[in-house]
């Protein structure tokens, strides 16, 4: 169910309709509700789960709803937040990294307008950089034309609404009490193609706080439109302090080609922050900038931020599933899971597994191979093709120093023999090796010894056949399982492997 | 901090103190809090965490606190719990299984005199069992003889104290509204070596819901001490039924000898538990039982239980913790984590980085080999020294329609040859290889391919020197990437090396 704020409800019914045509949710998964939602909240249990962004006050209201706190309903929250971005001491306006974080500090206060959680709200810069900081932003703002966003040469559109308007001209007002207007913040401004009396216009707005650490309102007050505030530090240690005054935001950022410096900046910040970005050259071309949250990285910040956590990309659902911890014997768990468990009851075939389609192979289907004698003239001869004449394989005397006391197989030896054991030559279902897994030797093998191995269908991930596909293939994990005479593992390991499907 | 209940004080200090002496936490690092905390609450910050275990009334007065919604604080709660025992349909009295149902249910109301917030609140048995479930947790509980533990063949002991005393009676009292009195129940009851009327002292006690599903009781009042209910199932279905009924518990348990009527249960009551154990005489022997968390298994549950997650091993200090995704160019991420990042400007040295002590490898250097070009002889080679005929390799009919279009080289012989190519031979601080991770084969080497390796130092993992231990030695990670001679990346992986240290 996504529920929007009213003011922004009829852009949240075309993207919700977008959706919905795209086909990419099943049918009635998702639902819109514009407007109240009644009493919604007292019919939630303790299988369901909010999820909201918004104001702190707002979200502090519905996270301490009775039937909430009763049956301890999960509530991830998004709330206020006073993002920081840094620029480097290191940094001067010759330096292509005076242009990023000039660059930066514009887009985030113009692009949306501002109406963004994660925008730069204070650009914390060497006291000695101040003035061109300024002298930038404020050529830069210039030319961020405001009006209607279809006309050409427009680079800022309006707020969501007159309301947020005045919400922010208090927000300013506010912080105006202990900051310089640099930029903007008067109610005289021009808009192109669009009347300014009816569209909820507001003007990019640069504040300066001369002493940062004097006033609590830069560091607390978000004003939630094209607005920011720079603030000078002096060294290193104030730049951090400046950034944790925020007192928990989901995101900062720094400016720096100074590796050792950002190193510090990020580890004395990061307990305040969901995420940091380290913008330099080497990576300014690829990089998304402060802005952007993206699925594979948290998205949420302690303390004032809300203390949610979004995205991070499989952790992201966890926040809307229960976890549960299963114990049982091995034979069970793989009934349950649908996994083969180390350990489970082996199931035997006379048909050999690689002769096997996908859909044909059961989990904790298992091979036991013939067993073979490894020799001095195998370590030899592996030697002599790998290249490899490491001593514990080659040298009489120093193996007798070493860890294993005496000469022992290469370990890639064991390997490649278990494959000689296990696969089956002629053409089959199994088309490919792509790879292995948690490969431990964890016993050496020495002349005379004598492997065998077990490989056991783990676990089986269907794929979608492409267009560009040739068959249809699945993807089988199998757990391998070296033992020599002694029935002691030697080397245990996933391998994965491509396997046709039956069906098209 | 630690902070008991008041009644458990004296307890919880002689367990601080022993922690204190036994030198493994940090001086100063734990500090204990008996009675009142005062206005502790007011002064925390973002960067506090609060777990809490009680009862659900105080848990949700502590997780409104103002401050605590103000700053969202995280605070994990574990709270109360109805928990579950299910035993199978398939389970008879002649059955092995029969008796771990009941050895369980009667453990479980009698360790710690049944003050375990894992404890089995709900016994749940076929309804044709009922009755021989019944005569033999009254044999059993029999048994149990109540008085002080330091007298020879007493079982159970009392109660903390005497209000938890009375609050237990008040329990008991509301369930006997719709459940009968089994065994117990009584305030006549029988104590060794003890004065019934000094000591907190509760009769084991055990009742039965003739109707569970008719009335809410059972399944929500929880009384803290000897005290269990039994009641009954018709099929699968009602009882998973039965078990959700308590609307999120820490753990549940089924006894069966069944997997598929196992599967069955715990994924139908999975959502509603932290934890389910599936008991059967294939694990009995090892198994820890229903009522112990373990620290790799998550603790907590949702709805009632709290929603709080605790233990699950390395996520347990999760909770504790500030998680921050961090952006920026490969070489600022290693100088951040040190750890190396794929990309990184490598550090080259003329002295091979398996010549260097732990201590004196860098993370970042980088060794790249000669190169060596693969024939139609090292693939005739390595089958013949591996075993491994598979067509791919050797039958260039069947080769021409593969995957591959040619017979291609061993995915063995790529990380085989590789290895050949970095080990240096001699003697020398990397003493073995006793791993590998991630391997993914990415392109495939065909005959005429030249392939070279890239070897990085990836990560450093100190080992602490144990007595038994021959030298001090710490784990390097190294990133292996094998490439062609177009410079594309045919194989990548990472492999573990033990390298001494130069210290002792």
Chains 1, 2 share one sequence.
Not at 41 to 66: C, I, N, W, Y
Not at 100 to 114: D, R, S, Y
Not at 286 to 309: D, F, I, K, N, Y
Not at 436 to 465: C, H, M, S, W
Request: with cysteine.
């Amino acid at each position: 169910m996504v529920k929007p704020a009213t003011v922004s409800s009829y852009l949240t019914e075309a993207m919700v309709r977008e959706i919905i045509d795209s086909g990419i949710m099943p049918e009635g998964s998702i639902q819109l509700i514009c407007g109240g939602v009644g009493d919604l909240f007292e019919h939630l249990t303790e299988q369901d789960v909010v999820t909201f962004t918004g104001s702190a006050t707002t979200g502090r209201m519905l996270k301490s709803h009775p039937n909430i706190l009763e049956n301890s309903i999960p509530f991830n929250m998004e709330a206020d937040s006073l993002n920081y971005s840094i620029l480097g001491a290191d940094v001067t306006p010759d330096t292509p990294e005076f242009n990023l974080f000039i660059k930066g500090v514009a887009q985030e206060m113009t692009v949306k307008a501002g109406q963004k959680c994660t925008a730069i709200r204070r650009a914390i810069v060497p006291r000695n950089q101040v003035d061109a900081v300024t002298a930038a932003l404020k050529a830069r703002l210039d030319k961020a034309v405001m009006g209607d966003p279809a006309v050409e040469g427009v680079r800022m559109g309006s707020l969501v609404g007159t309301d947020q308007c005045e919400d922010v001209w208090k927000s300013v007002e506010a912080l105006a009490q202990t900051c310089d207007v640099l930029h903007g913040g008067s109610r005289d401004f021009e808009v192109v193609g669009a009347d300014p009396e009816k569209g909820a216009f507001f003007p990019a707005t640069l504040l300066y706080c001369d002493d940062p650490f004097a006033s609590e309102v830069p560091h607390s007050v978000e004003a939630f439109g094209p607005v920011s505030t720079l603030m000078p530090y002096g060294d290193t240690e104030e730049a951090i302090e400046l950034a944790k005054l925020g007192r928990g935001s989901l995101v900062g950022s720094l400016v720096t080609a100074d590796d050792e410096e950002a190193a510090r900046i990020v580890l004395g910040t990061a307990a305040y922050h969901g995420r940091i970005l380290v913008l330099n050259s080497d990576c300014a071309a690829e990089s998304t900038g402060h802005g952007s949250p993206l699925a594979p990285l948290v998205h949420g910040g302690p303390g004032r931020a809300g203390g949610g956590e979004e995205l991070g990309g499989s952790r992201a659902i966890k926040h809307y599933m229960q976890r549960t911890a299963i114990q049982g014997s091995p034979t069970t768990l793989t009934a349950i899971t649908r996994q083969y468990t180390a350990g489970s009851k082996p199931i035997i075939d006379l048909v050999h597994p690689f002769r096997k389609y996908f859909e044909d192979l059961q989990i904790g289907e298992t091979l036991i191979t013939h067993r073979r004698t490894v020799t001095e003239a195998d370590i030899v001869n592996f030697g002599c093709i790998s290249g490899d004449h490491f001593y514990a394989h080659f040298d009489e005397i120093a193996a007798k120093d070493s860890l294993f006391g005496k000469r022992v197989a290469h370990g890639y030896f064991v390997i490649s023999a278990a494959a000689g054991m296990f696969v089956d030559p002629a053409p089959g279902p199994v088309l490919a090796n792509y790879g292995l897994e948690n490969l431990r030797f964890i016993e050496p093998v020495g002349i005379g010894d004598t492997i065998q191995v077990r490989l056991t269908a783990k676990q089986k991930i269907y794929k979608e056949k492409r267009p560009e596909d040739d068959k249809a293939t699945g993807v089988v994990v199998w757990d391998v399982e070296v033992t020599n005479q002694n029935d002691d593992p030697v080397a245990v390991y996933d391998i994965l492997t491509l396997v046709e499907r039956r069906e098209d």
